[in-house]
């Protein structure tokens, strides 16, 4: 297959063109380097089937030749970036989704949208199933990134419904590993670059929070297995193994052996502004129709992480 990946020099981008360059395929990355990074890439640079294109997805996308698959990535995912660029937030999940979807539409390219559990917003039901339409907040500070997914997918199902075009919409729960900024300032680098560097691990209100942190190579794994299933409605991809953040917390500690205290903040009202307090997806629909579930242990996937941390700090 001849692939595009949008958003192809970011964290989860990056790691799916090396999967599918792995399967044998072509593969084109484009990223407007926003958030992403060359260094992400630049392994692949030189290689016969890989090609980068430094684009700006919520502009008009010309690509020359056929295309067997477009998979929409590009997005501003952490909330310290979408509170920061909250108008290019909307644009890349409205604008660039447009964009997208009408050049699938024109190459005849199977479509997958990568989407959120940003999408069920600060969760009434839990664990959060696929038929469960979300409280999110409009007008709240999250609202930017969860409003612009809502609306990629609606737009997604209107084009397949009314253009035909045949899409996937995976509903991506939080990821971590290699490849994610240190300074991104998602929980997992954040808490993993302040252990290494001995400063306090910055756990906001009481830490009671929850989320299931799926490791990279298990949400490709997951992603590929959607991309070549005929499941056109929303699938769930992330893990189960749900823990508070304080836990998450003293987990780092452990496994970085670092002697950095705990401190419990209270950030800007924005940063945690309808923060969900709950989140674990119920993969029962992904087992069902993909055969998937995640393998690799919170344990493995953050020795790993911390390993690929540790090397970018220069330890
Ligand atoms: N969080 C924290 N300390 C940090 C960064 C995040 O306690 O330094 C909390 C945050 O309030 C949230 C959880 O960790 O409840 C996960 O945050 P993240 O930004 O990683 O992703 P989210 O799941 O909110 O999109």
Redesign the pocket.
Same mark, same amino acid.
């Given at each position: 297959m001849r692939i595009l990946i949008t958003g192809g020099a970011g964290f989860i981008g990056s790691h799916l063109c090396d999967r599918l360059l792995a399967d044998g395929h072509h593969v084109i990355a484009m990223d407007n380097l926003s958030t992403g990074t060359v260094d992400n890439i630049a392994h692949l640079a030189g290689h016969e089937r890989f090609l980068f294109i430094k684009h700006d997805v919520t502009n008009y996308i010309y690509i020359e030749g056929p295309l067997d698959a477009v998979l929409h990535l590009a997005s501003l995912?952490?909330?310290?970036d979408y509170l920061n660029y909250p108008i290019q937030t909307l644009k890349v999940g409205a604008l660039g989704t447009h964009k997208t979807l009408g050049l699938a539409l024109a190459k005849r390219a199977r479509y997958l949208l990568a989407s959120t559990s940003?999408v069920y917003g600060d969760p009434l039901v839990h664990p959060q199933s696929e038929d469960y339409w979300g409280n999110v907040n409009p007008v709240g500070p999250r609202g930017v990134y969860d409003e612009s997914k809502r609306f990629a997918e609606a737009l997604t199902m209107a084009y397949h419904r009314y253009h035909g075009v045949d899409t996937r919409i995976a509903r991506i729960f939080?990821t971590y590993g290699p490849r994610m900024r240190m300074d991104d300032?998602?929980?997992?680098p954040?808490?993993i670059c302040q252990a290494l560097r001995g400063e306090p691990?910055?756990?906001?209100?009481s830490?009671s929070?929850t !989320?299931a942190f799926c490791y990279i190579s298990d949400l490709v794994e997951g992603i590929v297995r959607l991309l070549h299933s005929d499941e056109v409605y929303p699938v769930n991809l992330g893990s189960q193994a749900e823990i508070t953040?304080l836990e998450l917390a003293h987990k780092v500690l452990e496994l970085t052996g670092s002697r950095s205290p705990i401190q419990f903040v209270v950030?800007s009202d924005a940063?945690?502004a309808d923060?969900?307090k709950i !989140?674990c997806p119920d993969l029962s629909k992904a087992r069902r129709v993909l055969g998937w579930e995640p393998k690799v242990s919170l344990e493995e996937g953050l020795r790993h992480t911390i390993e690929y941390f540790r090397r970018k700090l220069g330890q």
């Open positions: 995912p952490s909330p310290v940003e939080n300032g998602r929980v997992v954040n808490f691990l910055t756990v906001y209100d830490g929070r !989320r953040i950030p940063r945690t923060d969900p !989140r």
